[in-house]
């Protein structure tokens, strides 16, 4: 009678298990990780998420379920980065201003005329990466992949070839991203802080007279109708990257991990071939209604390198790492005298 008691009693363990468990005790529960963006679905960053999530479906046999939340529904970054925190989202695609949050060395990248083109930059990210992203998993992050979502560029109402030419007009700043607002200032610009959607209205109506931002934005937003005048040379890379929060990445399976970083990294990196020809067209297409692009001379360029050298300087251990500045200056000032040979 005992041993039909603990028979009974076993029968009715392995029932509940498989009430909780349809597929069996052993089976392989399936993960869920919404993933925030504030790009649109129609973008190329919407498409390349995407094709991600499709790709994480397909190596996990359907374990891994990647849900996307685009158009910045689940919020802006900083709101984003509490969600991750909470775990209330388990990933996001972030950009600078929001990596910076996390680890502020990143915002370095995005020093004035430090980094000067694609080249440079892919030269920068295959020495530091590591090191970058060591700091990021640090702080309870997994980095999946890095990405330059465009170059951030200087428009105006007035010609712009020399620094002097930008410091006699007010230029109009986000104040969500203060670190380059602080740059120029320390470089002696006039910095006026402006909404997104209110940069037409301030430009229309003289409250600035300048502004940097990515060409895409300029064309969406139609202000190249009052800023009819583009500098010619690059000020920053405008950076981005997918990150998970540490308890989503350790849910993820390990025998996944390693191929879908790899689907990922191969599918953002295609996004920058992507994103340079929309900035190339964007540019086309402004300058057919009347965009002029100020193309200046190498001696030109060497005086906003100077000036924005002279002026960071003053910001190195509070607005940008020291170290990591200096290491950056060092890597590309090898690369640069090699291209030169």
Known sequence: MEKMKKLSLCIGCVLLLGAMYPFGAFAQRKVTIKLASIAPENTPWGDALNRIAQAWAEVSGGEVELRIYHNAV?????????KLKINQMQGAVLTSFGISLISPEVMTLSAPFLIRN?????????????????????????TLSWANMGWVNIF?????????????????????????AHA????????VTVGINDTLIAL???????????????????????AKNMLSINVAPMMAGIFLNERAWRAVPERYRAELTRRSSAIIDGIEASVARLETDAVKTMTSYGLTVNQVSPEQAQLWYADAERGIDSLLGTTFDRDLYRRVQSILGEYRSRSRR
């Open 74 to 82: 689940a919020g802006e970054e900083q709101d984003v980065l509490q």
């Open 204 to 226: 229309n109506s003289n409250q600035i007279q300048a502004l940097y931002m990515p060409p895409l934005f300029a064309g969406s937003l139609q202000l190249f109708g009052a």
């Open 118 to 142: 694609g080249d440079e930059l892919k030269t920068v990210l295959t020495a530091l990466k590591s090191e970058l992203e060591s700091k990021i998993n640090a702080k309870g992050f997994q």
């Open 184 to 191: 120029f200032r320390s470089m002696g610009y006039q910095m």
């Open 156 to 180: 105006s109402k007035t010609p712009v070839f020399v620094p002097a030419d930008l410091k006699r007009l007010k230029m109009g700043t986000r104040p969500e991203s203060p670190e380059l």
